[in-house]
Nanobody, 128 residues
Framework: QVQLVESGGGWVQAGGSLRLSCAASGLTFTNYAIGWFREAPRMEREVVAAISWCWSGGSTYYAGSVTGRFSISRDNAKNTAYLQMTSLKPEDTAVYYC????WGSGSALYRKQEYDYWGQGTQVTVSS
């Protein structure tokens, strides 16, 4: 069965960095867009960043709040996607989820209802 497993979360002071990983199994990784989402307490789950499936050009999407600070990438040989987070702020505190969308690209990248599979999440806590 399909599994997405996030890792790399933790506690960091404001201004620090973390790199999240999303290891995928049970699917043809190159056929899937990968999105990173986050959910803070009492907030809706929101898209953070996404990268399209491989043969659609590798386009990316970033939420305005993270543009210039976060970077999404994928290593298809390892079936793993990454979210490099820098200049972290307390408002980045949330549970971070990765998700996979078959042949996702374009506007589908930032619509969470498009995603077929989800990981269990990893907690990121940024202290001021």
């Amino acid at each position: 069965q399909v599994q997405l497993v996030e890792s790399g979360g933790g506690w960091v002071q404001a201004g620090g960095s973390l790199r999240l990983s999303c290891a995928a199994s049970g699917l043809t990784f190159t056929n899937y867009a990968i999105g990173w989402f986050r959910e803070a307490p009492r907030m809706e789950r929101e898209v953070v960043a996404a990268i399209s499936w491989c043969w659609s050009g590798g386009s990316t999407y970033y939420a305005g709040s993270v543009t210039g600070r976060f970077s999404i990438s994928r290593d298809n040989a390892k079936n793993t996607a990454y979210l490099q987070m820098t200049s972290l702020k307390p408002e980045d505190t949330a549970v971070y989820y990765c998700a996979a969308d078959a042949w996702g690209s374009g506007s589908a990248l930032y619509r969470k209802q498009e995603y077929d599979y989800w990981g269990q999440g990893t907690q990121v806590t940024v202290s001021s």
